[in-house]
């Protein structure tokens, strides 16, 4: 008969109730994605288009990985509600109608901003770009994805 064993490490002994919430994920709603050749969104990827602003933001879905987003005039803000730990979401700016950017707000974000303090939201000035957040258990952290202080993806 096999002996139970118990998780140790130097944080202690036993998994924290974040980490059991993790190991119980089954993979479902899809982990993956897919297109076919035509470009054609599969199951597991969503096109929105932005709201008209914070308040009135588009939330983006937490069941599918990735998130198509175009702006237009009044179609500029996205909100990402707090994931589960481990979950990783990927937002392209797809299409960028006039000179709308695209503006992702995370309920809990990581991010900091070029002069060090906490950012509250990212920004696209530009169509055709991706970034790609993990959420931790308690922010959602950038993992890729073209960051910078004045173009690209900015952290504000």
Do not use: C
Not at 38 to 58: L, R
Not at 60 to 85: E, F, K, P, R, Y
């Amino acid at each position: 008969m096999a002996t139970k064993q118990t998780l140790t490490s130097a944080y202690g002994t036993g998994l924290t109730p974040k980490q059991k919430k993790a190991l119980g994920f089954g993979l479902d709603p899809g982990i993956s994605d897919s297109q076919d050749g035509s470009g054609a969104v599969g199951d597991d990827i969503e096109t929105v288009y932005g709201g008209a602003d914070a308040n009135n933001a588009t939330a983006l879905s937490l069941d599918v990985t990735t998130s198509l987003v175009v702006t237009a005039s009044s179609q500029t803000h996205v909100s990402l509600a707090n994931g589960i730990l481990g979950q990783v979401k990927r937002i392209i700016h797809l299409t960028r109608v006039g000179e709308e950017d695209l503006v992702i707000t995370p309920a809990n974000f990581a991010g900091l901003k070029t002069d060090g303090s906490a950012g509250t939201n990212i920004t696209s000035d530009t169509q055709r770009r991706s970034v790609t957040l993990m959420f931790d258990g308690d922010n959602w952290q950038v993992i890729a994805g073209e960051i910078t202080g004045t173009a690209e993806f900015v952290i504000a």
